[in-house]
């Protein structure tokens, strides 16, 4: 007879999880440190991992590294069902699948991760971030056809390493130059390792685990000086950590902590703060100090993760969808809503969430992971899976081909749904959801299984006291839409182990069943622990209640969010898909808006919840859930046109401005859908408001007061920088947007302005743009100054020639003359073409200041 369940306390709430754990970090001291102290948060509240008893069917934190709660299942353990195994099928199909067709860095030709010396023509980092989501995706749908071919480049990787231990592109090769200051780059291995552990995982390939013993060995006698030198590598190095990890906890070798300890040394300095701005050494590199902290015991490192994480959010993500804005780098006075991440960024978040889970135990760290996962990621794609953006914001009005900087600080098609372009990003997204997938559950203390985040999916496992007895469980759920989640037992005889399942954070109680029976619960557990002796049969249901939430960014001009469940919403607005590029099979796409969009809501302010209302569909039968047709769940609400919030110039959505707004639009029935079914969105809302504390938004200045147009502009450069008002540090400068002639060399060209009206103009004055030293743009040989006379263009009179200098402004004063345009004629310089950052017209037009 089965035992009748309980819903243990002792990790419910987290005082007592605390309360429990406690002894056993003070019992565990090594030579590395003696500190008993525990970590906390920045509000005091303790944080440390869980339970740690055993035992575990799987490689988990051997001594004298801490033990954690949860340790990762092997790469097929868990297998998705329902809309996430579509998205799955969908990335298979789709380009990502097939990209070694479109990608000239995946050309096996050539290619140094597939020369036994390790030299080639290409192939970086691009290798093993394709591989890494590849080969992960056709491992969970058993995709035979795709798992050789995944096979082909783990073949080669093995194969590259030579007598020294070294492995895959070798130093001062193509492939490798510039991404390092020093003799070695090893930031393209760090990816591999995670493809190669994946086919460890998937196959036992023993292989494998002689590569990485090899490798290891190779790095820790590489000298102190010489290792991880700037950039990428010294950035990231907190995954060559993880890895290492991974090897010594499946085989003890005491030298591999040495290592980690070698490699923590060498990293970008993490644990004192926000190292870099770039986005995605951000999302990728923020937590790793939390992976070390398991064999230094330094609370110091553990606290590390979540400061960096708050860090983040406060300076650049005051914004839904779980992320923060840089677009490319986080830039101080860009931290609008309407600020991107890159896809990278977003899928690297997630995965360091996924090992956070594990390293720490926390709760928090899933929470902030299905957050990205249903938020952000799915409207980073086509629905289809066939093409992807590099950058998307939590507002956007519109996805083209054109320039955003300066509003975006990446210059070029960075918005264009193009499955050909997007170097890094079509490359790596591949990952997000295998991996995913590969977490939702991870095995628990005394032979558990742990539920740490939310899906329809299958689990297989070891579970139990001993031995262990093979269990399946199946997941079925049509979460985040719905919140109510169904698990069925089936096990190869009848076996006691605890269920542990995850509450998220906006759950304020959950509702268990066993075959029919509640087990009680209390307000605020985030882990519920059903212990008892299952059967083939047991059936658990799971009741997450969600209401609407609300959330003002008041560092954001008091803007509003609205959640329900793990879900936030977006206006919806009607897309126009425009085919722009690609090819017929793989074709790339604009998306322009055909509804109005800049609305401000009516919020009822003694009830605000009750001013929205929750509307539920069918579920799709093709298992698509994140688009306008499809998704099962919208919010019905209010709201008010503002019509001086307008797009700029480029494109981009106009600012927010302080709410509450006033306005005198009618109010109107507008739908919200969720975040990640809206390629168009609005997730960040003005609040209409009728008091004194609203204001009248205010309608920006024209930026730019002449028209511009030139002989020749290269598609990721724009002619609207010429007079952006962005004042270069040199003529190098690449943080800019610019204006260039590429690709025409030695070419005489022009560029012009028109004005609206004629005016009197007596100056010029002309930055060049000259990046000598990382592409084919110098000044021009020589300059010359015209103005339109009618139909004509004409030489300034008593003008001199238009300086060439470098690294200054080069202004030209001549008599006061009327006229209705100004002309540069260029003569680029042989081989060379060229570019201009800033050009301006004196006396300034008052309009454009």
Same mark, same amino acid.
């Given at each position: 007879?089965?035992?009748?369940?309980?819903?243990?306390?002792?990790?419910?709430?987290?005082?007592?999880?605390?309360?429990?754990?406690?002894?056993? @970090?003070?019992?565990?001291?090594?030579?590395?440190?003696?500190?008993?102290?525990?970590?906390?948060?920045?509000?005091?509240?303790?944080?440390?991992?869980?339970?740690?008893?055993?035992?575990?069917?799987?490689?988990?934190?051997?001594?004298?590294?801490?033990?954690?709660?949860?340790?990762?299942?092997?790469?097929?353990?868990?297998?998705?069902?329902?809309?996430?195994?579509?998205?799955?099928?969908?990335?298979?199909?789709?380009?990502?699948?097939?990209?070694?067709?479109?990608?000239?860095?995946?050309?096996?030709?050539?290619?140094?991760?597939?020369?036994?010396?390790?030299?080639?023509?290409?192939?970086?980092?691009?290798?093993?971030?394709?591989?890494?989501?590849?080969?992960?995706?056709?491992?969970?749908?058993?995709?035979?056809?795709?798992?050789?071919?995944?096979?082909?480049?783990?073949?080669?990787?093995?194969?590259?390493?030579?007598?020294?231990?070294?492995?895959?592109?070798?130093?001062?090769?193509?492939?490798?130059?510039?991404?390092?200051?020093?003799?070695?780059?090893?930031?393209?291995?760090?990816?591999?390792?995670?493809?190669?552990?994946?086919?460890?995982?998937?196959?036992?390939?023993?292989?494998?685990?002689?590569?990485?013993?090899?490798?290891?060995?190779?790095?820790?006698?590489?000298?102190?000086?010489?290792?991880?030198?700037?950039?990428?590598?010294?950035?990231?190095?907190?995954?060559?950590?993880?890895?290492?990890?991974?090897?010594?906890?499946?085989?003890?070798?005491?030298?591999?902590?040495?290592?980690?300890?070698?490699?923590?040394?060498?990293?970008?300095?993490?644990?004192?703060?926000?190292?870099?701005?770039?986005?995605?050494?951000?999302?990728?590199?923020?937590?790793?100090?939390?992976?070390?902290?398991?064999?230094?015991?330094?609370?110091?490192?553990?606290?590390?993760?979540?400061?960096?994480?708050?860090?983040?959010?406060?300076?650049?993500?005051?914004?839904?969808?779980?992320?923060?804005?840089?677009?490319?780098?986080?830039?101080?006075?860009?931290?609008?809503?309407?600020?991107?991440?890159?896809?990278?960024?977003?899928?690297?978040?997630?995965?360091?969430?996924?090992?956070?889970?594990?390293?720490?135990?926390?709760?928090?760290?899933?929470?902030?992971?299905?957050?990205?996962?249903?938020?952000?990621?799915?409207?980073?794609?086509?629905?289809?899976?066939?093409?992807?953006?590099?950058?998307?914001?939590?507002?956007?009005?519109?996805?083209?081909?054109?320039?955003?900087?300066?509003?975006?600080?990446?210059?070029?098609?960075?918005?264009?749904?193009?499955?050909?372009?997007?170097?890094?990003?079509?490359?790596?997204?591949?990952?997000?959801?295998?991996?995913?997938?590969?977490?939702?559950?991870?095995?628990?203390?005394?032979?558990?299984?742990?539920?740490?985040?939310?899906?329809?999916?299958?689990?297989?496992?070891?579970?139990?006291?001993?031995?262990?007895?093979?269990?399946?469980?199946?997941?079925?759920?049509?979460?985040?839409?719905?919140?109510?989640?169904?698990?069925?037992?089936?096990?190869?005889?009848?076996?006691?182990?605890?269920?542990?399942?995850?509450?998220?954070?906006?759950?304020?109680?959950?509702?268990?069943?066993?075959?029919?029976?509640?087990?009680?619960?209390?307000?605020?557990?985030?882990?519920?622990?059903?212990?008892?002796?299952?059967?083939?049969?047991?059936?658990?249901?799971?009741?997450?209640?969600?209401?609407?939430?609300?959330?003002?960014?008041?560092?954001?001009?008091?803007?509003?969010?609205?959640?329900?469940?793990?879900?936030?919403?977006?206006?919806?607005?009607?897309?126009?898909?425009?085919?722009?590029?690609?090819?017929?099979?793989?074709?790339?796409?604009?998306?322009?808006?055909?509804?109005?969009?800049?609305?401000?809501?009516?919020?009822?302010?003694?009830?605000?919840?009750?001013?929205?209302?929750?509307?539920?569909?069918?579920? &799709?039968?093709?298992?698509?859930?994140?688009?306008?047709?499809?998704?099962?769940?919208?919010?019905?609400?209010?709201?008010?046109?503002?019509?001086?919030?307008?797009?700029?110039?480029?494109?981009?959505?106009?600012?927010?401005?302080?709410?509450?707004?006033?306005?005198?639009?009618?109010?109107?029935?507008?739908?919200?859908?969720?975040?990640?079914?809206?390629?168009?969105?609005?997730?960040? @809302?003005?609040?209409?408001?009728?008091?004194?504390?609203?204001?009248?938004?205010?309608?920006?200045?024209?930026?730019?007061?002449?028209?511009?147009?030139?002989?020749?502009?290269?598609?990721?450069?724009?002619?609207?920088?010429?007079?952006?008002?962005?004042?270069?540090?040199?003529?190098?400068?690449?943080?800019?947007?610019?204006?260039?002639?590429?690709?025409?060399?030695?070419?005489?060209?022009?560029?012009?302005?028109?004005?609206?009206?004629?005016?009197?103009?007596?100056?010029?004055?002309?930055?060049?743009?000259?990046?000598?030293?990382?592409?084919?743009?110098?000044?021009?040989?020589?300059?010359?100054?015209?103005?339109?006379?009618?139909?004509?263009?004409?030489?300034?009179?008593?003008?001199?020639?238009?300086?060439?200098?470098?690294?200054?402004?080069?202004?030209?004063?001549? &008599?006061?003359?009327?006229?209705?345009?100004?002309?540069?004629?260029?003569?680029?310089?042989?081989?060379?073409?060229?570019?201009?950052?800033?050009?301006?017209?004196?006396?300034?037009?008052?309009?454009?200041?």
């Amino acid at each position: 007879m089965c035992r009748p369940p309980t819903c243990d306390r002792f990790w419910s709430s987290r005082a007592a999880w605390i309360a429990l754990i406690i002894p056993i @970090f003070a019992s565990a001291t090594t030579a590395e440190s003696t500190a008993q102290v525990q970590p906390a948060r920045p509000d005091g509240e303790t944080r440390v991992p869980g339970p740690v008893d055993g035992p575990f069917h799987y490689p988990v934190n051997r001594e004298p590294l801490i033990k954690t709660p949860f340790a990762r299942l092997p790469v097929g353990a868990v297998r998705p069902r329902g809309w996430l195994r579509k998205q799955l099928e969908l990335q298979n199909a789709g380009f990502h699948g097939h990209l070694g067709e479109l990608s000239g860095f995946l050309r096996k030709e050539g290619n140094a991760w597939l020369s036994k010396s390790g030299e080639g023509d290409h192939g970086w980092e691009e290798v093993p971030y394709w591989l890494k989501g590849f080969g992960d995706c056709a491992y969970l749908l058993g995709d035979e056809s795709q798992i050789r071919e995944a096979r082909v480049w783990i073949e080669g990787a093995i194969a590259s390493q030579d007598e020294t231990g070294f492995f895959g592109p070798r130093p001062g090769t193509k492939t490798t130059v510039g991404s390092t200051q020093g003799k070695y780059d090893l930031w393209p291995n760090m990816v591999m390792l995670c493809c190669l552990q994946s086919h460890h995982e998937f196959t036992g390939d023993p292989r494998v685990i002689e590569l990485m013993t090899r490798y290891f060995r190779w790095e820790l006698q590489v000298p102190e000086e010489e290792f991880l030198p700037p950039f990428w590598q010294q950035q990231r190095a907190g995954d060559n950590l993880w890895s290492v990890h991974w090897l010594y906890n499946r085989t003890g070798e005491k030298w591999l902590l040495d290592l980690a300890r070698k490699i923590h040394r060498r990293t970008a300095p993490w644990s004192d703060g926000i190292a870099n701005w770039h986005n995605v050494n951000m999302s990728q590199a923020f937590g790793g100090p939390a992976f070390f902290y398991a064999q230094s015991r330094l609370p110091r490192h553990f606290e590390a993760a979540e400061r960096n994480w708050r860090t983040m959010r406060k300076e650049y993500g005051q914004v839904p969808g779980g992320m923060f804005g840089g677009d490319e780098n986080c830039r101080p006075g860009f931290s609008d809503p309407r600020q991107a991440i890159e896809t990278c960024g977003m899928v690297e978040m997630m995965f360091s969430c996924e090992r956070l889970i594990q390293a720490t135990g926390d709760p928090v760290w899933a929470d902030r992971c299905e957050d990205v996962a249903f938020n952000s990621l799915p409207a980073a794609l086509t629905a289809d899976l066939m093409a992807l953006r590099y950058l998307t914001s939590p507002n956007m009005v519109l996805s083209d081909r054109h320039d955003k900087s300066p509003g975006l600080q990446n210059g070029g098609p960075m918005l264009h749904m193009d499955p050909y372009n997007h170097r890094c990003c079509q490359h790596n997204f591949g990952h997000g959801w295998p991996y995913f997938v590969e977490h939702l559950w991870m095995a628990a203390y005394r032979g558990g299984l742990a539920a740490v985040m939310y899906g329809p999916c299958d689990v297989t496992a070891k579970v139990g006291p001993g031995e262990g007895v093979e269990a399946s469980i199946q997941t079925d759920t049509h979460y985040p839409f719905e919140n109510g989640i169904t698990f069925r037992v089936t096990v190869a005889e009848p076996v006691e182990f605890p269920l542990v399942l995850r509450v998220p954070e906006w759950c304020e109680q959950a509702g268990v069943t066993v075959n029919g029976d509640p087990i009680p619960t209390r307000a605020g557990e985030r882990f519920l622990h059903v212990a008892r002796t299952w059967k083939t049969g047991d059936l658990v249901t799971l009741a997450l209640p969600a209401k609407v939430r609300l959330r003002t960014w008041e560092a954001n001009h008091n803007s509003l969010s609205i959640d329900a469940g793990p879900l936030t919403y977006s206006l919806k607005i009607g897309e126009r898909y425009a085919r722009e590029g690609g090819s017929d099979r793989w074709p790339a796409w604009e998306i322009h808006p055909t509804t109005p969009w800049n609305y401000a809501l009516e919020v009822d302010a003694a009830n605000p919840e009750s001013s929205f209302e929750i509307v539920r569909r069918a579920w &799709p039968g093709n298992e698509l859930p994140f688009t306008h047709e499809g998704t099962p769940i919208e919010v019905r609400a209010s709201g008010r046109k503002v019509p001086e919030w307008q797009s700029d110039e480029r494109g981009l959505v106009g600012l927010l401005q302080a709410s509450p707004v006033r306005t005198e639009e009618p109010i109107e029935s507008i739908t919200l859908i969720p975040m990640g079914a809206a390629r168009l969105r609005i997730a960040s @809302f003005p609040v209409v408001g009728k008091g004194p504390d609203a204001t009248a938004w205010k309608a920006p200045p024209r930026p730019f007061p002449y028209r511009a147009s030139a002989s020749h502009c290269n598609d990721s450069d724009t002619v609207s920088a010429l007079e952006d008002r962005l004042v270069p540090e040199r003529s190098g400068d690449t943080s800019l947007r610019r204006f260039t002639w590429w690709d025409h060399r030695g070419t005489r060209e022009w560029v012009q302005y028109e004005f609206e009206k004629r005016r009197a103009v007596s100056a010029v004055a002309v930055y060049w743009f000259d990046d000598t030293g990382i592409g084919q743009c110098r000044v021009p040989a020589s300059c010359r100054l015209l103005y339109q006379d009618g139909a004509e263009w004409r030489p300034v009179p008593s003008a001199a020639p238009v300086g060439v200098d470098v690294d200054r402004w080069n202004r030209v004063a001549f &008599p006061e003359i009327t006229t209705s345009g100004l002309r540069l004629e260029v003569q680029l310089r042989e081989s060379y073409s060229g570019g201009i950052l800033e050009w301006r017209v004196e006396p300034e037009v008052a309009d454009s200041k």
